[in-house]
């Protein structure tokens, strides 16, 4: 049995243990394009910071390990994808009885003039970080565009770098696809007072270079010069390599509930993967590393042919800017015919927004509540039945965890809880 895989992120490489521990015999293929070893792109920011060296981000740090398991590591662009082979640049042609297609995303630059001269950089490869640590020098000044999820990271590292630091965001908040009208906007009040000028509701327009700056025009008008401009406006699926492949595509690869595509013995994991959602079970992409990670286990089961059904991608985001810790889990924008309680305090910076359907915890939101994020997945996982606690955290939904002893552990009982309440 020979498994090829496509894609060395953490679904890839995943899948390539998951499948060595199942199968001592099998031969294991794991081909990777960017010439460097398996790494965490989630890691890039960090090694921005100088908190870790560039080896801090390989996802296995035993430089013998993938020889240790046999896995064969390829360096290499997959250029077509048959029934039982695939073909690389150099024309070589590798055949599988299984194939995993787990090769990731790419970052997208918006249509500005100007967006490709030199000093507009991705943050989205260790080349990109290369480029990004060269200009970001301290005192330097940095636009960052695009202020969702992994804008907020590399804002982090740019802070860190002592970078005078603007960011620029399209929609009318920060996080947008993350954070409601409330918590977006504390996120930007947070950032601007620790020096961060923050430009929502802005486009860059234009960009152009001169005299090794580089002018950036903007929707309101406004000029400024910057010395390096880094580009994070989102991320798509690597999906252009599959054409002629007649594996069914939408926005990504389309994957049932054991992610495997339409044809029966090649299945598509991590970013590249439209699948399942966990509460409703329409097929989305979730371009997060928790789920990269765990379609990359289930993928190597249902190759091996133990048959494990995804129990479905549950969106969920953790995330510190500067320091504010905020979370997002599930469908925090509510769902039609159910329940939802805020709770506000904006001068301590703190925020959190429960979404429920029937006695379901559904959705939540939080803000500078560093403790519930494990409990809010927790009891959305378990899809946990809370009967009267429901009531208890409509009142009061910071008492999450108890609710959740309550529901789960038997730990405190309802008259506890509504003895606490009077």
């Known amino acids: 049995m020979h498994h090829v895989i496509i894609g060395q992120g953490p679904a890839g490489v995943i899948a390539a243990e998951t499948l060595r521990q199942i199968d001592k015999d099998a031969s294991i293929t ?44 390829v360096d290499g662009n997959v250029t077509q994808i048959g029934l039982d082979a695939v073909t690389l640049e150099n024309g070589e042609h590798l055949n599988f009885d299984r194939l995993l297609i787990a090769a990731g995303s790419h970052a997208i630059r918006p249509p500005v003039p100007g967006i490709d001269l030199a000093g ?16 970001a020098q301290k005192g330097c000044k940095v636009l960052l565009m695009g202020a969702g999820f992994i804008g907020c990271i590399v804002l982090e590292a740019m802070k860190a770098r002592g970078v005078e630091l603007t960011i620029v965001e399209a929609q009318d908040r920060m996080v947008p696809r993350m954070m409601d009208e409330t918590g977006g906007k504390m996120i930007k009040d947070w950032c601007e ?19 090794d700056q580089l002018n950036v025009s903007f929707s309101q008008g406004v000029m400024q010069a910057y010395d390096l ?57 979730h371009a997060i590393q928790p789920t990269a990670s765990e379609h990359g286990r289930i993928a190597a089961l249902n190759m091996a042919g133990l048959e494990t059904p995804y129990q479905g991608s549950l969106s969920m985001n953790v995330l510190s800017t500067l320091g ?22 904006p001068e301590r910076f703190k925020y959190i927004k429960l979404a429920f ?15 519930h994020p494990g409990v809010m997945r927790g009891l959305m996982q378990s899809k946990t039945r809370l009967g009267p606690w429901k009531d208890i955290l409509m009142k009061e939904p910071t008492r999450l965890m108890e609710a959740w002893l309550a529901c789960t552990q038997g730990g405190i009982s309802q008259s506890m809880a509504e003895a606490a309440v009077a």
């Not at 007072?193 to 005299?211: F, H």
């Not at 924008?333 to 309680?341: K, L, N, S, T």
């Open 229 to 285: 401009v880094v580009c994070a406006s989102g991320v798509q699926p690597n999906i252009a390599f599959l054409d002629g492949s007649g594996i069914e595509t939408d926005d990504g690869i389309l994957v049932d509930k054991y992610l495997r595509t339409n044809i029966k013995n090649i299945f598509a994991a991590g970013d590249i993967a439209q699948g399942p959602e966990f509460f409703s079970g329409k097929q989305e992409i």
């Open 30 to 73: 794991l081909i990777g394009n960017e010439h460097h070893a398996p790494y965490s792109r989630m890691a890039i920011p960090y090694y921005l910071t100088g908190n870790i060296k560039e080896d801090g981000t390989h996802l296995r740090h035993d430089p013998e390990h993938f020889q240790s398991l046999d896995i064969e590591l």
């Open 193 to 211: 007072a620790k020096g961060v000028k923050v430009l929502t509701g802005t486009l860059v327009k234009e960009i152009a270079s001169s005299d």
């Open 357 to 371: 359907e029937g006695d379901v915890l559904v959705g939540a939101l939080s803000l500078g509540f560093a403790a």
């Open 120 to 135: 507009v950089e991705n943050c989205w490869t260790i080349q990109d970080a290369h480029a990004i640590a060269a200009r």
């Open 324 to 345: 504010l810790v905020s979370t997002s889990y599930g469908q925090w924008m509510g769902v039609a015919g159910g329940d939802e309680v805020i709770m506000a305090d």
